[in-house]
Each structure stands twice: as structure tokens, then as C-alpha cells.
């Protein structure tokens, strides 16, 4: 009877299991897989060793510092020169009983010390006299101011008085404001004396020759004679 082919292909399987099995157990496989195994694989695994330490030479000693040495100097002492030889006198012959004794004559006196004269005082400056100072004025005859008007209500009532307004006159003669500087008691006549001290014209006070802003009192006299008639 012949056997079929499937029967040696298991057959031949049965018999690698069964020889995989033995070499397992009797360690051949392990052997053979340790021969496989390449020998650069076991060589990673170890780590290498570690670099040899670095040894520092040892430093040269340092130089110590030189300290100079004082020097002692030795000055020589020069010798003192011999003094010089002073000069003898040479002794005096008395004098001759024929020889002419000399005489002294009188200084003349010092001559006497001026005294210095005082300098002549300097005259103080002569003192500068002020300006002169003119006031406005309001009666020129070239101003031709017209009289003040008599106001009808106080001509009724017999109202009269004097009445002195402060005007501010500019350079050119003209009035700048006007205010009662005195009043009548009546304010009917006050006002109508602003009215006309604020209408006139005016001569500009002058200072030192030169037209300059200034005030000026104006007086305005209000009367009435016995008929009614009005006398500024």
C-alpha cells in the first residue's frame, strides 16, 4: 500500500516539533542561538569605560619680592679752612707839638617840612528846581465856554448853591470823566453842573512846558436874583 504524499509532509512536521522540543530541553538551541547572536549586539551592551582623570601639573612656586637694602652714605667731613690773618693796626705817632689840629663845622639845619594844603572842597551840584506845573484852565476867552443852562425846576423852587466838579482833562483839552467834588444839596443842580464841566473845552495843564494828563476842580456857582433871574 502505497503512503501518500500529505501523510510525509505531516509526518516530517511531527518530526521537527518532536527534534525542536529535545534540542529545548537538552539546551542545544540555546547554545546555537548564543553562537548567532553577533558579537557587536554583546559589545554595545557593556559600557565603556570611563576617561582617565586629568592630572593637573603643579605650579611653580612664586618669586618672593626682593627687598633692597638700605644703604648707609658716608659723607666725608671736609677740613675747616684756616682763618685769615686780620690786619694789625699800625700804632699812631703822637701827634707834633706844630701840627694843626682840624675843627668840626656846624651841620646845617634840616630844612622845615611843608604841611600839605587841603584840597578846596568841591561845590556841591546846584539843587535842580522842579518843573513847572500849570493847571487847566477853563475861562480862556478863545475857549468861548457858553454859560450853564439853569435847570426850570430849580429856577421854580428857588434852588441855588455852589457846586465844584473834579474833571480829568486829557492832553488835547477835552474832558475824560467829571465827578462832585462839592455839592449844592440839590441834586438837580449837580447833575446839570457834570453836564456842563463834561461840554466845556479847556486849556491842558502843562508840566515843565509839556501838555500832560491832569485834574482840575471847575466851580459852578447857581443863583438867582429877586426877580427870578438866573446869575451863573
Do not use: C
Request: hydrophobic share 40%; charged share 20%.
Amino acid at each position: 500500500m502505497p503512503v501518500s504524499r500529505n501523510a510525509l509532509i505531516a509526518g516530517s512536521v511531527v518530526l521537527l516539533h518532536v527534534g525542536a522540543l529535545w534540542a529545548l530541553q537538552s539546551g542545544l538551541l540555546r547554545r546555537v542561538v548564543e553562537t548567532v547572536v553577533p558579537v557587536e549586539i554583546l559589545a554595545a551592551d557593556v559600557p565603556p569605560p570611563p576617561p582617565p582623570a586629568r592630572v593637573e601639573p603643579p605650579r611653580p612656586p612664586e618669586p618672593r619680592p626682593v627687598v633692597p637694602q638700605p644703604r648707609t652714605i658716608v659723607r666725608k667731613s671736609m677740613p675747616t679752612p684756616a682763618p685769615a690773618p686780620q690786619p694789625v693796626a699800625a700804632p699812631q705817632a703822637p701827634p707834633s707839638p706844630t701840627a694843626v689840629t682840624g675843627t668840626t663845622e656846624p651841620q646845617p639845619a634840616p630844612p622845615p617840612v611843608s604841611t600839605p594844603v587841603a584840597a578846596a572842597p568841591v561845590a556841591a551840584p546846584a539843587p535842580v528846581a522842579p518843573a513847572k506845573v500849570e493847571l487847566p484852565v477853563s475861562d480862556a476867552d478863545y475857549l468861548q465856554n457858553p454859560a450853564p443852562e439853569y435847570p426850570r425846576m430849580s429856577r421854580r423852587l428857588r434852588e441855588s448853591g455852589l457846586v465844584v466838579v473834579r474833571v480829568l482833562i486829557g492832553t488835547d483839552g477835552r474832558p475824560r470823566t467829571a465827578q462832585v467834588a462839592q455839592s449844592s444839596g440839590f441834586p438837580r443842580l449837580d447833575e446839570a453842573s457834570v453836564e456842563t464841566a463834561l461840554a466845556w473845552r479847556y486849556v491842558p495843564g502843562k508840566r515843565g512846558g509839556v501838555p500832560e494828563e491832569m485834574w482840575a476842580s471847575v466851580p459852578i456857582r447857581w443863583r438867582l436874583d429877586n426877580d427870578g433871574e438866573k446869575k451863573p
